[in-house]
């Protein structure tokens, strides 16, 4: 059992992470005002393989950060040690700096009251915690994940309809989201405990180091609803997982309602018993698919809309923008969001709408996938089309006015929306000099400042050359 204890709590490489660079990157990340307000007093606990423990003073500092900076923050944290998958919290009262449930908690003391289970109290607060602000309200329906979304509102409204609902996807999906919204909706009229299976195990192995295995399943046997985020981590022991199947058996014969999430569908499960499988797959397994453009867009529109009512006047991401980052950014809903945040920090930051050219730098990393996307003969192709000419006479060294301004068009863009050099550009178009390439992109920016039809126009042939690349995938 000590090993089981040590592979998954083991604590001893703190030193990995520097607080105080992750701290600096927080404050230049969210500027100072937020930094300040929030975050500078937040302080690394302890780092375990999968997460991070972190303290702040107050519940009302733990909800705040968490609805709003947390998926930056771990993003960052990330940055230094990339297996960090969440972050879960402390609250230090700061008089005796020792874990205290806030007595003006009285749903929490109501939900504790008849316990006696002292050490599950202390860390109560770690994890069952449930975020206000991951409801179904503000979950954007798609054809992706409609079924789950679907499925999680049945379950709350109708108790162990499905019993146990199990939803998995890739990371990043929405899976979380989804079961805090199940926790949020059911919370008021049932005792619901919302973990994750890593921490299932560690209060597993606590208890049982501790001689409190009767309280354990005491306690997890009287919840009404149990949730259980990332069952993929659970790689426990056989009497762990004994234990685990027995509670679950426990629950569903009193029709309390489990649901559980995973990065994979039951039987792919490694280091599960086959009958625990077998029981995952007895109620409803649902996933959840990638997402297409239209979901993408929908959430960054929601998500700005929300970030503007946090921050009125502040925040401006045009249109085109929006769409940028919902065609670019396609590898999770949590990246997606994050791109939205970065570009508002940063415009916060700054004070200014980014342009396009911005974007593209502080989303560098999260574009880097899709870099090659765009090419220059694609380019060419779609403008060549806009203003009705050939490809040979784009390319062709003749300098007829219709054909100087498409052409410079195409340079324009190709310099915009691709990462090739100035002298890759030129020989991409017929061998020109590279200082071709430099007074095309100054014409055609002068130009867009000064004529409007010709600056809608390009906006809109960079969308159709962002779009055709959506398309073809
Ligand atoms: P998972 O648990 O599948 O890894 P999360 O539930 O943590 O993913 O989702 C990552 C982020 O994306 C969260 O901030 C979540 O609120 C957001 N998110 C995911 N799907 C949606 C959606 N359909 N609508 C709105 N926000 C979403
Ligand atoms: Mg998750």
Redesign the pocket.
Known sequence: MKNNLQNTTSSSDKKKIDWQIVQSVMKKNFGNDIFESWLKKIELVDVFKNYILISVSTRFIRDWITSRYL?QILQIVKEYKKEVIRIEFVIENNNNKSKKINSNDSEKNEFLKNDNISFIKDSFLQYNRIDPN?NFE?????PS?KLAFEASKKVSEDKAHYNPLYLY?G????????LNSIGLSLKEKNKVMFISAERFMYQFVKSLKSNEMVKFKEYFRNTDVLLI?DIQFMNGKEAMQEEFFHTFNALLEKNSQIII?ADRPPNKLSRIQERIKSRFSGGLVVD?QNTDYD?RYK?IK??TDELKMFYPNQVTISEEIQKFISTEVRT???EL?GALNRIVSFSRIYNKIPTLSEVRVILKDLLSLSENKVTIDSIQTIVCKFFKISKNEMLSPRRSRYLVRPRQTAIYLAKMLTSKSLPEIGRAFSNRDHTTVIHSVKTIDKLRKEDNELNVNIDSLKNKILYSQENEI
Not at 138 to 142: A, R, S, T, Y
Not at 171 to 178: D, E, N, P, R, S
């Open positions: 998926d991951k503000n979950f954007v329906i798609g994940n996807s990371v990043g999906m929405g899976k979380t989201h989804l985020d999430s959840i979901l959430i929601s998500k999770s809903v949590r969001v």
